[in-house]
């Protein structure tokens, strides 16, 4: 199916011939009138001749998107008109490698987790299965250079068409993705430099790194490993997300962030497209505000980043921990698992105390792992004799458990052998708060009641012990556009409440009411000083504004509204985005007047 997709792209064009006759679409929804983006079938939409001139200006890298698992289906339906997709080798392709995160990353359209798209067209073994584009967007540029990021830019801009800046679809709130919508792929910006002597602004002059847009965090830890001495940087904990892109604009954190802070506390450059198409860069003494809204002000709110500079590190000696409690372990006495768990949780200021990052999971059936927990320049010794009063407790509650620790020679040995892969394909809603220091300290018996409230609503979840100010100099700490807050948490979570992506409308709507007002609800009323982390949290919560940047906030909507005041970039839940909506059942996005 790949093979004949720019030969589909000039023909399904044609079924979308329009002229252009105003630059939005007015719909009414709900009792209320909204002005509404350019999307297929509208007399916005633009005319084949202006979708051919875009095609020849990005040298014809302009295509269709068809869904991952179109080709196990006779018939790809999309807005653009059918499509016949099926090929057997392809299917079973799909089949084989649809939960494979790096498959679906190297895809130009996916959504690694699947809820936000719909789900109108998982893998079948039935090809007379109806497969819809459901919201997956409508045509995508696969960027190959500088130029064809700019000349997207600007037709969206001047199309008023919906805008998507996608490289990897490691997203887990459908920002990746949007029905009717025009996506610029920067994957394939792969280009990586190193330097022992950075010469830029910032008043730094260690090393650095410098990476494209499309990078991942195991090739950038890969190339630094290289180096002799080999050095490290702040990434996420899952080695397959990009480093320059919705990471460092969302703030971006990981098992070093006890020690330097978050990814954008690090960065010292960026070249980056804006909202009018002019490439610009932006770093402490040149466009210092753009600069500081893109370290942690909101993915695809600023500008399309296309290369980001940042601080590296000495590489150390590192020791990690795992261990896990299940049935077995508590007698299959759930009180007494609670208990354990709540132990564990009491603790977690002290390990952010001693610079330690602790990855967990609460599941159901008694399900508690630990894998794992990091001490970075740690022996097993130091490491161990920080976790050894947990240890203690749980002996003295009657506990057996297995723990094994292991020192390894780099932090980027441990980082490959105990961090695991996720699993892409799933389907649910996404959730989560961070508490603070002094909500474990004062209410930690609270904390593990909102725990236990989240299992009993159907959820999963998974949480970070870190803390973004312990080796941050403090007089760093407004250098970046991330939460204050999060100078003074001990604890992040994830929410997960799985649910098919093509559920009914009602069951989706109840859904979200369950985690907005009570999953996370019970965890935001137990941790009244903590914050939500705007990449792995619920954008439609109360007060989003502040939960996601405290007072920063107001600071960023005024750099909105001056980068981009008309609103060519729009993902859920970002600065100056309080009047747009998908309406009409999340397909139109559109501006309510």
């Avoid at 961070?434 to 009993?456: E, S």
């Amino acid at each position: 199916m790949t093979a004949t997709i720019a030969s589909l792209v000039s023909s399904a064009l044609l079924l979308t011939q329009q002229a252009a006759a105003a630059d939005w679409t007015y719909r009414r929804w709900n009792g209320a009138n909204y002005a509404c983006k350019c999307h297929p079938g509208d007399p916005c939409w633009p005319s084949t001749l202006r979708w051919n001139s875009l095609n020849a200006t990005v040298g014809g890298n302009l295509q269709v998107s068809i869904p991952p698992a179109a080709s196990c289906y006779n018939t790809f339906q999309g807005l653009l008109g059918n499509i016949s997709t099926y090929n057997a080798a392809q299917c079973a392709d799909v089949q084989a490698n649809y939960t494979s995160e790096q498959w679906q990353i190297n895809l130009p359209t996916a959504e690694l987790w699947t809820y936000s798209t719909n789900d109108t067209c998982r893998p079948t073994t039935n090809p007379t299965d109806s497969c819809t584009g459901g919201y997956f967007p409508t045509l995508y540029i696969k960027a190959k250079t500088i130029a064809h990021i700019q000349a997207g830019v600007l037709f969206a801009k001047n199309n008023n068409l919906r805008l998507i800046i996608r490289n990897t679809g490691h997203d887990f709130l459908g920002r990746s993705v949007g029905w009717g919508a025009l996506v610029i792929n920067t994957h394939g910006f792969k280009d990586i430099s190193l330097t022992n002597s950075y010469s830029g602004a910032c008043n730094y002059t260690g090393s650095a790194i410098t990476v494209g847009a499309g990078v991942q965090a195991f090739e950038a830890l890969k190339k630094l490993n290289s180096l002799s001495p080999p050095k490290i940087m702040v990434t996420g904990e899952c080695a397959t997300v990009g480093v320059a892109g919705g990471l460092v604009q969302g703030g971006g954190h990981g098992p070093l962030t006890n020690f330097y802070g978050f990814l954008a506390d690090t960065a010292l450059e960026f070249k980056v497209i804006t909202a009018d198409g002019v490439l610009r860069t932006a770093n402490a003494t040149t466009n210092p505000d753009l600069f500081w809204a893109l370290r942690g002000g909101g993915p695809s709110a600023f500008g399309v980043i296309v290369q980001a500079t940042y601080k590296t590190f000495n590489d150390y000696s590192s020791s990690g921990t795992t261990f896990a409690l299940g049935p077995a372990n508590v007698n299959n006495n759930e009180t007494l698992w609670w208990d354990a768990i709540a132990k564990f949780h009491s603790y977690s200021n002290r390990f952010v105390d001693n610079g330690l990052y602790a990855y967990y999971e609460v599941m159901p059936g008694q399900t508690f792992r630990v894998h794992p927990i990091v001490g970075v320049n740690k022996t097993a010794a130091q490491l161990e004799a920080v976790l050894q009063p947990l240890f203690d407790d749980w002996t003295a509650m009657g506990l057996t458990f297995d723990k094994t620790t292991t020192t390894y020679s780099t932090f980027y040995e441990l980082y490959n052998a105990l961090f695991e892969s996720e699993v892409a394909g799933n389907s649910a809603l996404t959730g989560g708060w961070a508490f603070g220091k002094t909500d474990v300290a004062n209410n930690n018996a609270g904390i593990i009641d909102a725990f236990k409230n989240v299992q009993k609503n159907g959820a999963l979840l998974v949480g970070h012990m870190w803390n973004g100010g312990h080796g941050l100099p403090q007089s760093q700490w407004a250098d970046s556009a991330v939460n204050p807050r999060f100078r003074n948490v001990s604890d992040k979570l994830i929410t997960i409440l799985p649910l098919s992506g093509n559920a009914p409308i009602a069951e989706k709507e109840a859904a979200q009411r369950v985690l907005t007002d009570i999953i996370d609800g019970g965890l935001r009323a137990a941790g009244p000083n903590g914050a939500a982390y705007v990449n792995e949290a619920d954008p439609f919560q109360p007060n989003w504004q502040t939960a996601f940047w405290g007072t920063n906030y107001p600071k960023l909507l005024q750099l909105r509204q001056k980068w981009d005041p008309s609103g060519v970039f729009y993902s859920v839940s970002t600065p100056g985005t309080e009047k747009w909506e998908q309406i009409e059942y999340g397909t139109r996005l559109c501006k309510k007047l």
